[in-house]
């Protein structure tokens, strides 16, 4: 009795251990964009593009600016394994001289906090 109890978890620790290794993974092109010089008052936008190199669908929960003066839009469903994914993401320009902005993506991937970062100078 004791064997068979010991296999049965040996079987289950197994079959858990596989499960969480099935996860989406992001694989981005660039995780960092240089406007260089924008006009001032003249929004600018870029989309990072992703592909899902896991085993699992990813699911972006949130794409959080490190400040309001910049806004992101993303892919709202779930990004199966091999498909590509966007966030777009935009720059307001309301003041002069250079910008650094992060983004926090949020995900159900392997690594689940991503950062994503935009630079450039308002003239």
Do not use: R, W
């Amino acid at each position: 009795m004791k064997k068979v109890l010991s296999i049965a978890t040996a079987v289950i620790a197994f079959i858990t251990l596989t499960a969480m290794m099935q996860v989406g993974e992001f694989k981005f092109e660039t995780e960092s964009h240089d406007f260089g010089t924008i006009p001032y008052n003249k929004p600018a936008s870029y989309e990072f593009t992703f592909t899902n190199a896991g085993k699992a669908p990813i699911i972006i929960a949130e794409v959080a600016p490190s400040c309001g003066c910049s806004v992101a839009d993303f892919s709202k469903t779930p990004v199966k394994p091999g498909d590509t994914g966007k966030i777009k993401v935009t720059y307001n320009a309301a003041a002069k001289g250079p910008f650094t902005k992060s983004f926090i993506v949020k995900s159900n991937t392997k690594t689940p906090v991503k950062t994503l970062t935009i630079k450039g100078n308002v003239e």
